[in-house]
């Protein structure tokens, strides 16, 4: 949990968009390791971020030395999974099973129930319901613009499932380690902050996740999610 504490405090260089690009090199669509991709290199690696990468070497996320700080060398496609995405997963997990919420899960596979012979499946990385409500919470740790449909994709599936599971007494929320609006390649600033509140999904992103503990608490005392 350390680690993942120290990468949600990680500012100025920030190592971990360093690190999500050196994994998407080196991992194939089937998030299997690609032949000879092992070897991946950083731009640059600050005092802080080599905190970080020590501390992940020890976790053996990957092969790491202060020597050559700049070089990364993955070993493992689990480990490399992890830190892909995992990590924020289990972050927020830790810290709502912390809370008093009545029933936290991660992973869950969610059924349509209206189309059982097409076995449609959702999968959520977190639930939590405390006093009858429902709180929906998907991670992400990419950047928005490397794939735009499946980014559209993850807002309609927080709106679509927390209006057929939870209703009128759920509510969603988006948490996201890298900044959600960017500019594409024509200037143009795109507001994927804005379209994800037009469907009244609670945003927190970059150095805002480290306000996640406090949000959570204030939801299972109040039942609402603090105003963004």
Same mark, same amino acid.
């Given at each position: 949990?350390? +680690?993942?504490?120290? *990468?949600? +405090?990680?500012?100025?260089? !920030?190592?971990?968009?360093?690190? &999500? ?14 032949? &000879? ?7 640059? /690696? ?8 020590? =501390?992940?070497?020890?976790? $053996? ?17 689990? /480990? ?16 709502? $099973? ?6 936290? /899960? /991660?992973?869950?596979?969610?059924? %349509?129930?209206?189309?059982?012979? %097409? %076995?449609?499946?959702? %999968?959520?990385? #977190? ?22 449909? =499946?980014?559209?994709?993850?807002? +309609?599936? #927080?709106?679509?499932?927390? !209006? +057929?599971? $939870? $209703? ?5 929320? *988006? ?13 143009? =600033?795109? =507001? ?5 509140? !037009?469907?009244?999904? &609670?945003? #927190? ?11 959570? &608490? ?9 105003? !963004?």
């Amino acid at each position: 949990m350390e +680690h993942i504490e120290d *990468l949600m +405090h990680e500012k100025g260089g !920030s190592i971990l968009p360093q690190i &999500n690009r050196a994994v998407a090199k080196a991992l194939d669509e089937n998030d299997e390791l690609k032949p &000879n991709e092992n070897l991946q290199t950083l731009n640059y /690696a600050g005092y802080r971020g080599k905190h970080i990468l020590k =501390k992940l070497k020890e976790e $053996g996320i990957f092969d790491w030395s202060e020597e050559r700080p700049e070089t990364l060398y993955f070993t493992s496609a689990e /480990a490399a999974c992890y830190i892909k995405g995992r990590w924020l997963e289990e972050y927020v997990w830790h810290i709502a $099973g912390d809370s008093d919420a009545e029933y936290v /899960a /991660a992973g869950l596979d969610i059924h %349509d129930g209206k189309h059982r012979k %097409d %076995d449609v499946r959702n %999968d959520l990385d #977190l639930v939590i319901v405390h006093n009858n409500r429902m709180l929906l919470v998907e991670c992400k740790t990419s950047q928005m613009q490397k794939n735009k449909q =499946k980014d559209a994709d993850i807002i +309609h599936k #927080l709106d679509s499932i927390g !209006s +057929h599971a $939870g $209703g009128l007494f759920c509510e969603r929320m *988006l948490v996201s380690a890298s900044p959600l609006d960017y500019e594409n390649k024509k200037g143009r =600033k795109i =507001k994927v902050t804005s379209r994800a509140k !037009s469907y009244d999904i &609670n945003v #927190l992103q970059y150095d805002e996740i480290k306000q996640f503990r406090d949000v959570i &608490n204030h939801w299972v005392n109040t039942g609402e999610l603090p105003d !963004s």
